[in-house]
C-alpha cells in the first residue's frame, strides 16, 4: 500500500516542536522500513529541497514559500500555513501522487495528525469523492492532544474520516464532542532502545554520587506540574534528601513562575549549556553544580543523552494532570529509569509493577513511593527491567504491525461494503 501521512511536524530542525515530530518521524520510517511507499506532507524547512526521496520515503516540504517569511519554526505564522495547507495540498496530493497510483491498481491510505490538518482531509474527501477515488483510499485523522479542537468542525471530519486517538484517556475526552475514536497508541524510534552509554551513566553517577537524582523533561505548561515538582525538591531538602532536580523546560512563560517559585523555596537555581553532542555534552555540564538543587538545561538533549539522563536519574518526574499520551515516561521505561507518570493517558503505566503512579500532587505521595521502592535495591531493579520489557511493546514496528495495519485493513473492508457517508463542504469554519 501507499501510505501519505499529513503532518505539520516533521524531521527536519525548522519543524521540530514537540511530540508530535517524534511520532510522524517514527511512524513514516516504520512503515517505509516495512517496504510501503511512504509520503510525508510536512511544513519543512524553506531552504531545503521541496521533495526529497529518502529509499522508500518521500519527504514533502510543504508551504514553504510561506516558512521564508517566518523563521521562528513550524508554529510560526501557523494560521497562515494552516489554511494554504487546505486549500493547497489535496488537490496535488491527488493529481500527482494518488491518481497515478490507483490508476496502477493500488490502494492507498492516509494518516493525518492534529487539527492543522482537519482542513486537508475535509477538503480531500470531497475532491476524493468528485473523482470516483474515494473508496480506494482509507483515511484516519488523528488527535494526540486537545490543542485546536475548538477550531474543528467534528462532523465534517467524521463524515471525511476514521478518526483516532492515542490513548483511552483522550478517546474519554473526545465523546462530549460527539465523535468515537479508535486508539492507537504512540510508538518508540529504534533509538530508544539503544542502551545507554554504560560511561555515561558511570561518570554522572560519580558526578552526582551524594545527590538523589530528579529528572524532568516537559513543557513549561501547568499541566505538567512543574509547580508541584518545586514543592517536591523542597520537601526532600528540608528531609534531608539531598535531591537535584535536573530539569528541560522551553520557552514558556510559565518558565519565570517556576524558577521563581524555586527561589522562594530557597533553592538555589542554575543553568548549564553545552555544545558537544552526546552523553559527554550532558554529562561535561553537569560535573560541577555544587550546592545547586535545581539545574536548568539550556541545550537540547539528544536521544543519548536523555538514556543516560533518564537511566542515571532515581526517578523522571513525567506526571501531569492531563497526559494525552505521556511519550517521556516510555522513554524513560525504554533507558530502564524510574518513571513517575501520572494518571491520565499513561495505558502503559502499571503502579508498582513498571512505574511509580502519583494520582495527586501531595509531595508525600511521591516519597512514600519512593521511600518504598528505594527500601529494597531487587524491588528497584525489578521495576527498571519491568519498565523496559514493557517499552519495547510500544516499539513501532509493533504498533503499527499489531495495531496500525489491523484496523486499517478492517476499515478498508468496511468502507468496500458501506463506504463513509457525503462530508459536507471543503475546510474548517466555513
Not at 61 to 68: F, K, L, T
Not at 112 to 134: F, S, Y
Not at 269 to 286: D, I, K, N, Q, T
Request: neutral net charge.
Amino acid at each position: 500500500m501507499q501510505f501519505h501521512v499529513l503532518s505539520f511536524e516533521g524531521p527536519d530542525a525548522y519543524a521540530r516542536a514537540g511530540g508530535l515530530a517524534s511520532r510522524a518521524q517514527g511512524l513514516v520510517e516504520t512503515l517505509a522500513g516495512l517496504g510501503h511507499e511512504t509520503h510525508l506532507w510536512f511544513i519543512g524547512d524553506p531552504a531545503f529541497a521541496g521533495h526529497e526521496v529518502r529509499d522508500s520515503l518521500h519527504l514533502h516540504r510543504w508551504c514553504q514559500w510561506i516558512s521564508a517569511h517566518h523563521p521562528g519554526g513550524v508554529y510560526d505564522g501557523e494560521f497562515g500555513k494552516q489554511a494554504d495547507y487546505a486549500q493547497s495540498l489535496p488537490a496535488y496530493l491527488i493529481e500527482q501522487t494518488l491518481e497515478p497510483y490507483l490508476a496502477s491498481g493500488g490502494q492507498a491510505v492516509v494518516l493525518a495528525e492534529e487539527w492543522h490538518t482537519a482542513g486537508a482531509v475535509i477538503q480531500l474527501d470531497a475532491l476524493l469523492r468528485a473523482r470516483r477515488l474515494r473508496d480506494r483510499v482509507a483515511v484516519f485523522w488523528n488527535a494526540n492532544n486537545v490543542f485546536g479542537f475548538e477550531r474543528v468542525d467534528w462532523a465534517r471530519l467524521a463524515g471525511a474520516a476514521q478518526i483516532t486517538t492515542v490513548s483511552r484517556y483522550m478517546k474519554q475526552r473526545m465523546w462530549p464532542l460527539g465523535v468515537d475514536p479508535l486508539v492507537i497508541p504512540n510508538g518508540l524510534a529504534d533509538d530508544c532502545f539503544e542502551p545507554p552509554d554504560p560511561r555515561g551513566v558511570a561518570a554522572l553517577r560519580r558526578s552526582l554520587r551524594e545527590r538523589t537524582i530528579l529528572a524532568k523533561m516537559a513543557r513549561f505548561d501547568p499541566d505538567k506540574r512543574w509547580l508541584a515538582a518545586i514543592h517536591l525538591v523542597a520537601e526532600m531538602k528540608q528531609r534531608g534528601w539531598k535531591p537535584l532536580l535536573v530539569a528541560r523546560g522551553g520557552v514558556e512563560p510559565q518558565r519565570d513562575e517556576v524558577l521563581g517559585a524555586a527561589r522562594r523555596h530557597g533553592l538555589r537555581v542554575v543553568e548549564r549549556s553545552w555544545v558537544r553532542s552526546g552523553a559527554e555534552g550532558l554529562v561535561e555540564a553537569l560535573r560541577d553544580v555544587g550546592d545547586a538543587d535545581v539545574v536548568e538545561l539550556r541545550s537540547h538533549v539528544d536521544s543519548p543523552s536523555r538514556r543516560v539522563l533518564f537511566r542515571t536519574a532515581d526517578a523522571v518526574l513525567a506526571n501531569s494532570g492531563h497526559e494525552p499520551f505521556g511519550l517521556v515516561g516510555l522513554e524513560a521505561m525504554a533507558a530502564g529509569g524510574v518513571a513517575c507518570t501520572g494518571c491520565s493517558g499513561e495505558d502503559y503505566a502499571v503502579p508498582g509493577h513498571n512505574a511509580l503512579v502519583l494520582e495527586t500532587g501531595d509531595p508525600g505521595e511521591f516519597l512514600g513511593l519512593f521511600s518504598w521502592i528505594r527500601s529494597e535495591p531487587e524491588r528497584e531493579r525489578a521495576l527498571r527491567r519491568s519498565a523496559a520489557a514493557a517499552a519495547r511493546r510500544y516499539a513501532w514496528p509493533r504498533i503499527v504491525e499489531r495495531v496500525m495495519l489491523p484496523r486499517v485493513e478492517l476499515h478498508r473492508a468496511v468502507q468496500r461494503v458501506e463506504p463513509p457517508s457525503r462530508a459536507a463542504g471543503s475546510g474548517l469554519g466555513e
